[in-house]
């Protein structure tokens, strides 16, 4: 089965430490992104990779890092610069970059740090 | 996102009756979907819409975009538990073809 897999589902950190979150996927897609979810918010977009080797930052990309070594893996580190970081992060995929293709998302891993 | 404004932010309903939402923009969409999202989950997509006063139908659910493309609802007839999760608008709006805006959600409940 294709599709966007997301690990681990809930994560949970101590302050001042970073961390990584996993994005695969298996649908062939081009583009993948990082979004954010905070409760009664819509969703807001961290990170974007059009294609391997090249990410551009989304609105809120400071405290966040990505990087796109494989056209499958979408890793997002959440450094202990971002203010935040307990939030519900969801990643997404496309076929290629724009708007006129859906996206694809992963069921999402929830941070939380005390 | 204030780019796009979802109403209502919440919504009740009893199994069996109809129900719509809306997804309002100031500015005009290049394309608009639709999405559902069970709490905790990722999102499921519903439908595309790009042309103005288009609108597509899938199962229960009709969705329209107005011919001035500034704003889409989403309309269930016949409710039913399992249409019970928050339903999210999400817009191209022209600025970037790499993002997309999204309005910030209805929950949907449905009593049986």
């Known amino acids: 089965d294709g599709g966007i897999t997301q690990s681990p589902k809930y994560l949970f950190r101590k302050e001042g430490q970073n961390v990584t979150l996993s994005c695969e996927q298996n649908?062939?897609?081009?583009?993948m992104y990082w979004y954010r979810q905070d409760p009664g918010q819509g969703l807001r977009l961290i990170y974007y990779?059009?294609?391997?080797?090249?990410?551009q930052k989304g609105d809120i990309a400071e405290g966040y890092s990505v990087s796109r070594e494989k056209k499958e893996s979408f890793p997002l580190t959440v450094t202990s610069a971002q203010k935040n970081p307990t939030a519900f992060y969801l990643c997404?995929?496309?076929?290629?970059?724009?708007?006129?293709?859906?996206?694809?998302f992963g069921p999402g891993t929830r941070l939380t740090v005390t | 996102s204030q780019e796009l404004e979802q109403s209502p932010q919440s919504l009740i309903v009893q199994e069996g009756k109809n129900l719509t939402i809306n997804c309002t923009s100031s500015?005009?969409?290049?394309?608009l979907y639709w999405y559902k999202q069970k709490y905790g989950e990722g999102l499921i997509f519903l439908m595309m819409?790009?042309?103005?006063?288009e609108e597509k139908s899938h199962e229960k659910i009709t969705a329209k975009l107005d011919e001035k493309k500034q704003q889409s609802s989403l309309h269930i007839t016949a409710s039913q538990p399992s249409h019970a999760g928050i339903y999210l608008c999400?817009?191209?709006?022209?600025?970037?073809?790499?993002?997309?805006?999204f309005g910030s959600g209805t929950k949907l409940n449905v009593k049986p």
């Open positions: 819409l790009q042309k103005g006063g």
């Open positions: 990779s059009q294609i391997v080797n090249d990410f």
């Open positions: 649908l062939n897609h081009d583009a």
């Open positions: 997404a995929s496309s076929w290629a970059p724009g708007t006129q293709y859906e996206q694809y």
């Open positions: 500015k005009t969409l290049y394309g």
């Open positions: 999400g817009a191209d709006m022209g600025y970037n073809f790499n993002k997309f805006y």
